[in-house]
């Protein structure tokens, strides 16, 4: 066997090594959604502690009501706004941590505010689309950090951005 080809199955194999993949299915009685989640292999313990909260030292977890969103045709120039609701549906407060969207044209606001257990959140996200983006269907992701296991989620904007009239 070629030096080359074993050294690159040697670096897959070992990219690869100590992952599990898994699907999450969120159920909100009104729509199903499939969230893909790769972990390291971990015990349960390991988890929690790696997705804790620091300030109170809990985590829970999230259901959003969908995680994806087509906003369809839009010109170029708009603004294009969208909001993703979720469920607090742990114990403890959720705290979103961070959110941060692949592109400078997408714009997620976090709440601020922790939502209690049992309580419905929102996160606005922003599309405003830019000229080179004229004429292709455009994909957008926005990467959630929270106190929650797993501790990020990711959300999705698609769109088709034509040129105004």
Known sequence: MNKKYLIIASMA???????????????????SSVVETTNP????EEKETMSTDAASG????????????????VFYPSENKYTFKFKNTGKAPLI??????????TVPN???????PGEIGEMDVIFRPKEG??????????TVTANTVPEISTLVITANVL???
């Open 133 to 142: 983006q004229v004429g292709t269907p455009v994909t957008k992701e926005i």
């Open 110 to 116: 976090k709440p601020e505010e922790p939502i209690m």
């Open 58 to 73: 809990e985590t829970t977890t999230i259901e959003y009501v969908e995680t994806k969103h087509d906003f369809g045709n």
């Open 13 to 31: 194999l070992i990219a690869c090594g100590g992952d599990k993949s898994s699907d999450v299915v969120v159920n909100t009685g009104e729509q």
């Open 163 to 165: 040129q105004s009239l």
């Open 41 to 44: 292999i971990l015990t349960e």
């Open 96 to 105: 979103i941590k961070d959110a941060k969207a692949s592109c400078g044209c």
